[in-house]
């Protein structure tokens, strides 16, 4: 079974993460949640970087406000596809700082970026990159978003009653 991990700098940012873990959940695809700063354990920080691989992770999801660092040097250290989740936080600059630390990446350190909170978005991309190589994971999408388009037919049914 193909594992994603979701890692963020700290607790605080768990409330936002943790539409990334339900909605990978939804997908029936297993979760790694841990807490790895980039700035207050960057030991921890290589060893998840170069090892998660090894360990069965398949795709890793990285949130961090403020400075943001988290996601860019997991990207550095790993072969692994990183999706970057930028937090608003308590110190952040409107998110504007955790926005462009993430998404300012130098070529050949790829980190796909999401909406500022957008962790829920961070799990369907990761779904869909799961999805392109497990037929069950990209049905299950198929299934999700067919949802997504009865929910909206459903909504414009309604304003016309």
Request: charged residues 20%; aromatic residues 4%; glycine residues 10%.
């Amino acid at each position: 079974m193909k594992k994603v991990a979701i890692i963020m700098g700290s607790t605080s940012d768990l409330p936002v993460m943790q539409e990334a873990v339900d909605i990978l959940k939804e997908f029936k695809i297993e979760v790694e949640v841990d807490i790895v700063s980039a700035h207050r354990t960057p030991e921890k920080l290589f060893d998840y970087g170069k090892n998660a691989h090894t360990r069965g992770i398949s795709v890793i999801i990285a949130g961090a406000g403020g400075a943001a660092h988290l996601p860019g040097m997991i990207a550095s250290l790993s072969p692994l596809p990183v999706i970057g989740v930028p937090v608003k936080s308590s110190n952040s600059i409107d998110g504007w700082d955790s926005i462009l630390s993430i998404l300012q990446m130098p070529g050949g350190v790829p980190v796909a970026t999401v909406a500022l909170n957008g962790a829920k978005n961070a799990g369907i991309l990761a779904a869909q990159i799961i999805g392109s190589s497990d037929k069950a994971v990209l049905d299950r999408i198929i299934a999700y978003k067919e949802g997504l388009k009865m929910k909206v037919e459903e909504g414009a049914k309604n304003l016309k009653k």
